[in-house]
């Protein structure tokens, strides 16, 4: 017998040794070795991603939370593309539903090559890859080997056969297709599909599905050896047409990855509610779907990069809708606190109404300005009503000081702190639970974006002046009928504009800041979106509760035209006439500037607090603490019409300065500044109190 023969005889017969000799080690272990159930394993590969849903399941926006691998959600087998499993069978597992675990012809062949030569050929079927992914122990290039060892393979083998007794090969097939390892770090066909061709498994074709194949054995191989390898497998399954497809799509897309998210339609709510969940949650908010793209849509109508809004439903104080900006890359400018003092005052005048210091026709005190006065002594007059609708500054301060702590007490209400002085700041979503309560018969609940148990609202306001409130702020036609639309706007620094729109079931609050025009637009924008919430269920107009009755009025003299006015039961009157004159702070003037620069060298300045008509009793209080008594010497009041004043030595910084009554009642206050040594020069005379 020749020596080639006899070589050739001989490595039959090993062969044949080696076969019997694994199948007998495998079929002992089969029953042995420890394999994790199917559903076990599809439990475990959990997304690296967090995702935010509307409440009918719509997914609005995702964040992604695990930074070490990039793992979408968990795809059934009959998902995947035919192309892609004709690829991937024809390059990694060809017998695949012939074998039962293990390739013994390639994988002996494997061995008896790798015997003889030094570049090795690998034989691992779709089981024994899968089996090496499922167990750390048999991961590829473990203890840093670039191959795994001859014992690995040997466990690698064993496990498959045991993977194979356990699951079905539509289960092993389906777990490799969601686990398998491609290009950076992506795992699993699903988040690669999405990252380098924008597609889902299921839409992938015969390039992508040949790039996808040839991927798996090298995940991280450059462009133009990724395509040859395509062509060649392309040819393997008689595609070569494929070829050049692949060619251009492997140079296009393998260095380009996509890393947006899927779902930006709420990307803004996605970030507040994401960031501090775990991969692969699905949370469900109260946002509806269709509302938070019509609110995003509208909002890039206005054609401005700074704007934002949210929607609540007034019966349950959840969020319907929540835009932080019109592009998904801006900052949340819903959140930010915001100068909301004009969108305050209903809620002001709404506690002065309730405790019955004012109703809608009470006549209150407005600066003349550019207008006649309505009165002989000089002085213009208004209505409560109209200076709430028109909001006046002067009446506004009237009022307020009227409810004093009153007011603070309401705002803690509604989980708002207020400041020192002033009224204060407050974001989108806190302006939208004060006017749903407005709408809600003053029941207040803080706004929500995740479903929670039925809360018990809090009484803001009595139901009787929340309804009067509302009267005021009604929009009106052309005519003066009156529409079932509340509106309330604010401008902030001539650029910003806040408004508030608000019906029976929903209550609107938009911001935007931009050029000329903006506010206009913004109201207009609001009415237009919150009739279409209404187009197939017509917004109701508020009922009056039983504590409201409603009586002809008559201004004496004719500062308004005589009218029917809505009252909480006992304030009702016929006629209103112009008040006495009232107390009032004379120096500082409101938001003037006491220049204190003469302190560095005269220890005994003192600037004199002046007001006029002071009633007998009446005191100073300056920060919260009393200062003296309302006359020159501290010591008592004069209760006379003549200027009293109180001396005081200036303390830099803005303090708030109250005329009180006996009672401890309001009278007037003023907020100042004052300049310490080091400032810059003082403003001119008229604007800073008397100094001595």
Known sequence: MSSPATASLLASRLRRIAVFALVFVVEAARATQPIPAFADVKAAARPSVAVLLARDGTPLAERRIDPHVRRLEWVALNSFSPALREALLAAEDKRFFEHSGVDWRAFVGALWHNLWYDRKRGASTLSMQLAGLLDPELALGRGGMPRRSLGQKWDQALAAQALEARWTKEQILEAYLNLAPFRGDLQGVHAAARALFGKSPAELGRAEALILAVLLRGPNARPEHVAQRACVLAERINAPAACGPAQRLAQASLDRQRTAPRWELAPHAGRLLLASRQPGERLRSTLDAELQQGLAGALKRLGVAEAAGVLV?????????????????????????????????????????????????????????????????????????????????????TVTRLVGEALAERLRLADLEPPRSGLPDLNLLQLAGLYRALASGGQWLAPQLLPAPERAPRRLLRAEAGFIVDDILALRDADGTLQPFLFRQSLLDGRESLAVLSSDRYTLVLWAAGGRGLAAQVAALGQEFLRGLHRTQPAQRLHPPPGVVSALVVFEPTVENARREWFIRGTETERVSVPRNPPRILYPVGGGIV?????????????????????????????????????????????????????????????????????????????????????????????QPHQQ
């Open 313 to 397: 439903d007034n019966a349950s104080g959840e969020l319907r809708a929540y835009v932080g900006a019109p592009d998904p890359a801006r900052p949340d400018q819903a959140q930010p606190p915001r100068g909301a003092a004009n969108l305050l005052l209903p809620l002001v005048y709404g506690v002065a109404i309730e405790r019955r210091q004012i109703t809608a026709a009470t006549l209150l005190e407005d600066s003349l300005g550019n207008h006649a006065p309505t009165h002989p002594d000089e002085r213009l007059w208004v209505s409560a009503r109209t200076a709430l609708a028109d909001s006046l500054a002067d009446p506004a301060q």
């Open 595 to 687: 220049d204190a620069t003469g302190l560095a060298g005269d220890k005994g300045l003192r600037v004199f607090f002046e007001a006029a008509r002071v009633p007998a009793g009446g005191w100073w209080r300056l920060d919260g603490e009393r200062l003296g008594a309302a006359n020159g010497r501290g010591e008592g009041g004069n209760g006379g019409n003549g200027v009293s004043r109180q001396p005081w030595q200036p303390v830099e910084g803005r303090h708030l300065l109250e005329l009180m009554a006996a009672d401890g009642t309001v009278l007037d206050s003023v907020s100042f500044a004052v300049r310490g040594p080091a400032a810059e020069p003082s403003k001119p005379a008229d604007q």
